[in-house]
């Protein structure tokens, strides 16, 4: 597609619920990002994905996140029982080279989750 | 590991006035520096970065920034802003993570408010 589409793009779930949120990279994005937002924060890194291969997840705050990119092309991020502080702003970023720096990232929406 | 310190989170500023925005990062080893604007219900776009060469870089819709080394800042200028500017700006350096891509560090971003 012509830009980083993200679903949904709000999902309000109760504490302990699991939930997954889908990004669409731009076709031919080798590489894929996921950050996360807090209110009134800037963006933190989560976690990287060049094609399939999940080459770096330091970013992930608890063994309750996972994500995933099967076919190198679409990614899921899942979060189970989900608490209170993992309500944010969850932002995908995708770009044409392996060291995206020079290409520059492409930011989806974000999907906005707030756990009640 | 770098950091990015954006001191100023709110900045007011009457139309057709100049603008700063402040941005200092903490390693002085070669970076790559970005400023993103993220618009209301929108995702990041990128608005200007600098990798190497000339040290004043500038964008399409007039904002300019320049790297100082030797202050360890990149700080965002535009000489004079528009009603349209009002958004949040956040400044990001890039970080060798662990698999060798870099991703980006960002900072707690600053709201640029232009008043009428």
């Known amino acids: 597609g012509a830009g980083v589409s993200q679903s949904p793009r709000y999902k309000v779930a109760k504490r302990g619920q699991d939930v997954a949120l889908r990004c669409d990279p731009i076709?031919?994005?080798?590489?894929l990002f996921w950050y996360q937002q807090a209110l009134g924060q800037g963006p933190e890194f989560l976690t990287y994905?060049?094609?399939?291969?999940?080459?770096?997840k330091s970013g992930l705050p608890s063994d309750r996140f996972f994500a995933e990119r099967p076919e190198g092309s679409v990614s899921t991020l899942k979060i189970q029982r989900t608490q209170q502080e993992d309500s944010a702003v969850y932002l995908c970023?995708?770009?044409?080279?392996?060291?995206?720096?020079?290409?520059?990232?492409?930011f989806g929406s974000g999907t906005r989750l707030t756990v009640v | 590991a770098q950091s990015v310190t954006q001191l100023d989170s709110q900045v007011p500023v009457f139309e057709e006035a100049p603008v700063e925005l402040r941005c200092n990062y903490s390693?002085?080893?070669?970076?790559?520096l970005f400023w993103y604007v993220q618009y209301p219900n929108q995702g990041l776009q990128l608005l200007l970065k600098?990798?190497?060469?000339?040290?004043l870089v500038e964008s399409i819709n007039g904002f300019e920034a320049e790297f100082n080394k030797s202050q360890t800042s990149f700080h965002l200028r535009k000489p004079s802003v528009h009603i349209s500017d009002t958004a949040e700006y956040f400044c990001?350096?890039?970080?060798?993570?662990?698999?060798?891509?870099?991703?980006?560090?960002f900072g707690t971003g600053t709201r640029l408010k232009v008043l009428a």
């Open positions: 990001a350096v890039s970080d060798l993570g662990t698999s060798g891509t870099y991703k980006y560090i």
């Open positions: 970023a995708s770009s044409l080279g392996t060291v995206g720096t020079n290409y520059g990232y492409t």
């Open positions: 076709s031919g994005h080798v590489s």
């Open positions: 994905f060049q094609n399939e291969a999940q080459l770096d």
């Open positions: 390693s002085s080893v070669s970076v790559y």
């Open positions: 600098y990798l190497s060469g000339s040290t």
